[in-house]
């Protein structure tokens, strides 16, 4: 990417954002985003032994955060993330025989085919794997 006349003259970059999912279970949210989803753990935190878990999780360039200590009135967020071989994810996800809806690609935007998987996880956060637009 080019950076922009503005980065250049103030002297700053902006970088990709991290999303801030909330989480209200661990071993559910492990079990979907690690187990499942196939996301890999950059770092846990915690402010005590007993205090809930606030982590960075990634799968390919894809970075989130999954917060513990969110309260049942946090927002649900929704996230697209990228992919490339929209259907080759969904048929590695089929593969697992998970216990998790079926994963479909569907095509919201009436471009003939199907570009986006959108999976809820155990939260209601909505993650939305989008196949580029120059993927075939």
Same mark, same amino acid.
Request: glycine share 6%; with cysteine.
């Given at each position: 990417?080019?950076?922009? /006349? +503005?980065?250049? =003259?103030?002297?700053? =970059?902006?970088?990709?954002?991290? #999303?801030?999912? &909330?989480?209200?279970?661990?071993? /559910?949210?492990?079990?979907? %985003?690690? *187990? ?5 753990? *950059? ?5 005590? #032994?007993?205090?809930?878990? %606030? ?5 390919? =360039? ?9 309260? *049942?009135?946090? @927002? ?5 993330? @990228?992919?490339?071989?929209?259907? $080759? ?6 593969? /697992?025989?998970? *216990?998790? #809806? /079926?994963?479909? #690609?569907?095509? @919201?935007? %009436?471009?003939? &085919? ?7 996880? @155990?939260?209601? $956060? ?6 580029? +637009? +120059?993927?075939?």
């Amino acid at each position: 990417m080019s950076h922009s /006349k +503005t980065e250049s =003259e103030h002297g700053f =970059e902006i970088r990709s954002s991290i #999303p801030v999912l &909330r989480m209200f279970d661990e071993a /559910k949210a492990k079990a979907f %985003y690690l *187990d499942y989803l196939g996301f890999e753990v *950059d770092w846990e935190s915690r402010f005590s #032994p007993t205090a809930p878990l %606030y982590l960075q999780i990634h799968l390919g =360039e894809a970075v989130l955060h999954l917060n513990g200590h969110a309260q *049942d009135d946090a @927002p649900t967020t929704e996230v697209n993330i @990228p992919v490339l071989g929209l259907q $080759n994810f969904c048929d590695y996800l089929i593969a /697992k025989e998970a *216990d998790y #809806p /079926k994963p479909i #690609p569907v095509d @919201p935007r %009436y471009q003939g &085919r199907n570009t986006d998987l959108n999976l809820f996880d @155990p939260f209601g $956060n909505l993650l939305v794997f989008c196949s580029q +637009t +120059t993927e075939g």
